[in-house]
């Protein structure tokens, strides 16, 4: 099992910036891909962008290229994100497996972005 544990949600205007945190604990031998996805009320949960244990490959959602920058240093997983709109208002989840989009989910962090 694996356990994530998400930090750094919160309240910004946008054309600002916040970076989110997962912790990942238990076994992480499992967690060779770690990623954050997000959900907006009434659509569907939506990657954001993922990485690679080592760090050496990611991949980003069009919505967050050139805005968003994905990172992984051991156990944790971070998401710069800049440059921020109202439409990136949702919940943001990290999540980890051996594949992508694994089994292992966070509890979600609210991110708001006001015009």
């Known amino acids: 099992q694996v356990q994530l544990v998400e930090s750094g949600g919160g309240l910004v205007q946008a054309g600002g910036s916040l970076r989110l945190s997962c912790v990942a604990s238990g076994s992480i031998f499992s967690t060779n891909f770690m990623g954050w996805y997000r959900q907006a009320p009434g659509n569907q949960r939506e990657l954001v962008a993922s990485i690679i244990r080592g760090g050496g490959t990611s991949s980003y959602a069009d919505s967050a290229k050139g805005r968003f920058t994905i990172s992984r240093d051991k156990n944790t997983v971070y998401l710069q994100m800049n440059s921020l709109r109202p439409e990136d208002t949702a919940v943001y989840y990290c999540?980890?497996?051996?594949?992508?989009?694994?089994?292992?989910w966070g509890q979600g962090t609210q991110v708001t972005v006001s015009s």
């Open positions: 999540n980890a497996g051996l594949t992508p989009k694994g089994p292992y």
